[in-house]
């Protein structure tokens, strides 16, 4: 089956300290691979995105993720986080399904910045 | 500015009703999107279009309908057959359709009362 998997539903973590958000995905899916971020009650912005080529990818608000095609993951990690990084985000695949693509998406993790 | 415009932004419902969640885009994009998310679940297709006067079911397509006879307009009716309507819907567009590269509207929070 198609899936996309983030380990963590909430993360804490205090502010300015480093922090990963966890995404496998199934080998059933393409490794086109998205990191999307939403604050309350708004739609859904694009961080960062892996479609070939450079394993580490850099995206908006100094946030970076890397793929990892033997772990079948792709966590998105930012050294030092803010308060304003408090949000909800999602890890997304490309999957195949009913002679269409579509994005799969994770469950979404929250993440929770502490002064 | 060009982007994708949802309206309302909060709706309430009353049990037997239809309604119909609007998402216009000024971005010249040919696929449009409607997911809705329910808190813990992620996003989760609703239907799909890839040109005009065109679209598929998604992943949860019952009770719901769409239409797509203009380019920029892909409005979202949820009928009286959905059990349980209460939900964030979130419009979406991506230039073509393999192009999975997705811009999102503000969103619809749906509420029946």
């Known amino acids: 089956a198609q899936s996309v998997t983030q380990l963590d539903s909430q993360v804490p973590v205090f502010e300015e300290a480093p922090v990963e958000l966890r995404c496998n995905y199934s080998s059933s899916v393409s490794v086109y691979l998205f990191w999307y971020v939403q604050y309350p009650n708004q739609g859904l912005q694009l961080l960062l995105k892996y479609l070939s080529g450079s394993t580490l990818v850099k995206g908006i608000n100094g946030f970076e993720a890397e793929f990892n095609k033997s772990q079948t993951s792709f966590h998105l990690r930012k050294p030092s986080v803010h308060i304003s990084d408090t949000a909800e985000y999602f890890c997304a695949a490309k999957g195949f399904s009913g002679g269409y693509n579509k994005l799969i998406f994770g469950a979404g993790t929250r993440l929770a910045v502490h002064p | 500015d060009g982007g994708i415009t949802q309206s309302p932004k909060y709706l309430f419902r009353k049990e037997g009703q239809n309604v119909t969640l609007s998402c216009e885009q000024n971005?010249?994009?040919?696929?449009m999107y409607w997911y809705r998310q329910d808190p813990g679940q992620g996003l989760r297709l609703i239907y799909y279009s890839q040109i005009v006067n065109d679209f598929q079911k998604g992943d949860i397509a019952e009770g719901y309908s769409v239409s797509r006879e203009k380019k920029e307009s892909f409005p979202l009716t949820v009928t009286s057959a959905q059990k349980n309507p209460t939900a964030f819907y979130l419009c979406?567009?991506?230039?073509?359709?393999?192009?999975?590269?997705?811009?999102f509207g503000q969103g619809t929070r749906l509420t029946v009362v």
């Open positions: 971005l010249n994009h040919d696929a």
């Open positions: 979406a567009s991506s230039i073509r359709p393999r192009e999975l590269e997705a811009f």
